[in-house]
C-alpha cells in the first residue's frame, strides 16, 4: 500500500495505491454500494462487509470532494480524492446540516441490532445511522437486558438467527418481547434461507431477511413498519 500526496494548483490530490489483483472495468461502478465485495475466495474471518468504500464515498458527496478510482488487471489500483487547500485562520464554524435530513422517513426510530459478531453490529451501525436511525446493538440476552434497564423501549429489533450458547433469534425475539410487554416488530436475519426456516419466523410473528443483507430490501422491511404503512 502507497499513500501519495500531491499538489495541484489550489488543490492536494490524496492517492492511495494497492498491488492488489486489480478491479475488472465492468466492476467499478459497483464498488462504492453498500455490502458489495468482489473478492469471494476469503475466509470468513477475512471477510469485511463492503462497507468502507461506500462510507468514503457517503462522505466525500458530503464534502463535495470527488473519489475517482483506476485499476490495472494483476496490477492493482489507485483511489484519488482532490481536496482544496485551505489558508488563514479558522475564525468559527458553521455545523454542515445534511439538507435531507427532514426528510429522512428513518430519522429518529430507535433501532436494536442484536448479533454475535462485532463486525455486523459496526456495519449495521454505520448503515442505519446514515439513515437517521437511533442504533443500540448488543451480542446477547445479557447484554439486552442492560439496555433495557436503562427504560429503553426499541421500535424494532434486527436479531441474527444464529446466537451464541444455542439461542437464536426467533427465542431472543420471543424473550424481549416478553420483557417489554409489548409485541415489538423483529426482524430475523439469517443466511440460511431454508423455505422451513422463514416459515418458522414469520409463524412467530416476525420477518425474515437473508444474508448478505441488501440495504434496499432491509430499509423496504423497516418501512412497512412505520406508522401508516
Excluded at 476469503?42 to 478510482?69: F, M, P, W, Y
Excluded at 435530513?101 to 454505520?126: F, K, R, W, Y
Aim: proline share 4%; aromatic share 6%; charged share 20%.
Amino acid at each position: 500500500m502507497l499513500l501519495g500526496v500531491r499538489r495541484q494548483a489550489n488543490n492536494l490530490r490524496i492517492d492511495v495505491w494497492d498491488r492488489g489483483q486489480g478491479i475488472p472495468e465492468d466492476k467499478l461502478q459497483f464498488i462504492f454500494e453498500e455490502f458489495k465485495r468482489l473478492d469471494s475466495h476469503q475466509t470468513r474471518e477475512e471477510k469485511g462487509l463492503g462497507l468502507g468504500l461506500a462510507i468514503a464515498d457517503g462522505l466525500s458527496k458530503v464534502l463535495g470532494h470527488k473519489i475517482e478510482v483506476l485499476s490495472w488487471r494483476e496490477k492493482g489500483s489507485v483511489f484519488s480524492i482532490t481536496v482544496p487547500l485551505y489558508r488563514g485562520a479558522l475564525i468559527s464554524a458553521t455545523p454542515v446540516v445534511a439538507s435531507n435530513t427532514a426528510i429522512q422517513p428513518l430519522a429518529g426510530l430507535q433501532i436494536l441490532c442484536v448479533d454475535n459478531e462485532n463486525s455486523i453490529l459496526v456495519g449495521m451501525h454505520s448503515l442505519l445511522t446514515r439513515w437517521g436511525c437511533e442504533v443500540l446493538t448488543a451480542s446477547n440476552r445479557a447484554e439486552c437486558n442492560t439496555i433495557l434497564a436503562q427504560g429503553v423501549v426499541p421500535d424494532i429489533a434486527l436479531v441474527d438467527f444464529h446466537l451464541d450458547a444455542g439461542d437464536t433469534g426467533i427465542a431472543l425475539m420471543t424473550w424481549l418481547r416478553k420483557q417489554l410487554n409489548s409485541d415489538v416488530p423483529g426482524i430475523v436475519i439469517s443466511a440460511d434461507a431454508r423455505p422451513e426456516l422463514a416459515n418458522q419466523i414469520s409463524a412467530a410473528g416476525l420477518s425474515f431477511l437473508a444474508k448478505p443483507v441488501k440495504p434496499a430490501a432491509l430499509r423496504a422491511l423497516i418501512n412497512s413498519y412505520l406508522p401508516g404503512k
